[in-house]
């Protein structure tokens, strides 16, 4: 089992700058592949982001592609989303998840597929 903890969640005003991160422990992170999902209030949980365990391959949620971007470093264990632009709608509870995929580029977008989760962080984006 990995143990996730997300950071850097906060309140920003519109137009403005977060940038998460998620720390991973218990599982070598470099056979994970990571994501990042948000859950408004009132909305059912939806994908944000996702890479690789190389992190040659990202994708985004259509709501994000050009203001935000995940990355990762294997030395610190960490997966990042910077989050640019940020509009009142992307106020949400954000939540990284991970997925052992061994050696493959396997990189999934549903959260079904993912096995392990953090707990959550607060973004409150205000107009």
């Known amino acids: 089992q990995v143990q996730l903890v997300e950071s850097g969640g906060g309140l920003v005003q519109a137009g403005g700058s977060l940038r998460l991160s998620c720390t991973a422990s218990g599982r070598a992170f470099t056979s994970l592949a990571m994501g990042w999902f948000r859950q408004a209030a009132g909305k059912e949980r939806e994908f944000v982001a996702a890479i690789s365990r190389s992190g040659r391959t990202t994708y985004y949620a259509d709501s994000v592609k050009g203001r935000f971007t995940i990355s990762r470093d294997s030395a610190k264990k960490t997966a990042f989303l910077q989050m640019n632009t940020l509009k009142p709608e992307d106020t949400a509870d954000y939540y990284c998840?991970?997925?052992?995929?061994?050696?493959?580029?396997?990189?999934?977008?549903?959260?079904?597929?993912?096995?392990?989760w953090g707990q959550g962080t607060q973004v409150i984006v205000s107009s």
């Open positions: 998840a991970s997925r052992d995929v061994g050696l493959t580029e396997y990189t999934p977008k549903p959260q079904s597929a993912y096995h392990d």
